[in-house]
């Protein structure tokens, strides 16, 4: 399937509209479709605004947004969405029922050697693919926020994973500009593993008062050459998404150290998730 040119992106939160940007920036098809028709619009418009961005950066020609723009389109179904697609990229929230239901509901509508793909953190390939007739084409791409800017992407194989359903995703994540590992399908694959134990401790250290926010950040900055603190980190990733790893690595693993703070609790209790809600362990001007 080398020379991938349509990718089908299901969800049009923050995950799925940088990946639906990088993909059209890269000179692919992309369609993006969400069940909420304001998500979609929204999707729309960041796409939009990531592409003026890049113009006024200096990264891209007015003539290279306007032609990444017309490459992508906003489908109103999952089904108008994956109408010839060569890659599927699922961007839904981590809930294990919803991914596998949706997988489910495609591989009937796609070709048979469409790769369909979970953007999930952490939840287990094997298990979103269960059911399926054709588990060996489905396996984890799991892109880092900002999409952007991350050069990784963990491509996690599932031991019903073929080897040229990974050959091709290799292919497909360079040509879109990112750097490929290759991971086993276990718990947390090998980033959300290590980045959750980070920064669970930092907010474990906030609690206990050991420094502020911005200076725990720091100290990852400056200290360790980090190019984002993990509690800043954790604001941009989402801290209901942050809860939701720590909880599923704690339920597979059995270690305590995945155990949640009680204030990322509570933070998440409250609606304070991030930059997605306007307050996390920062403040920030909501998004539109």
Known sequence: MIGTRHVTVIGAGTMGTGIAYVC????????????????????????AAAFAKAVDRGKATEEERLEGLARVRSAATVGDAIVG???VI?????????????????EPLVSADTILASNTSSLPIGEIALGLR???????????????????????????TNDATVDSARFFVSSIGKTPIIVKDSPG???SRLGIVLGLEAIRM???????????????????????GPLRLGDLVGLDVRLAIADHLLATLGDATYRAPALLREKVARGELGKKTGQGFYKWEKDR
Request: glycine content about 6%.
């Open 24 to 47: 059209a920036r890269a000179g692919h098809e992309v369609l993006i479709t969400d069940s909420s028709p304001d998500q979609r619009r929204r999707g729309m418009l960041t796409i």
């Open 85 to 87: 697609a060569h890659v």
């Open 90 to 106: 699922e961007a839904i929230p981590e809930k294990l029922e919803l991914k596998r239901a949706l997988f489910a509901e495609i």
């Open 134 to 160: 054709s588990p060996a084409r489905v396996l984890g791409l799991h892109f880092f926020n900002p999409v952007a800017v991350m050069q990784l992407v963990e491509i996690v194989r599932a031991e019903t």
């Open 189 to 191: 694959f090998a980033t």
């Open 206 to 228: 906030l609690e206990q008062g050991v420094a502020s926010a911005e200076d725990i950040d720091r100290a990852m900055e400056l200290g360790y050459n980090h190019p984002m």
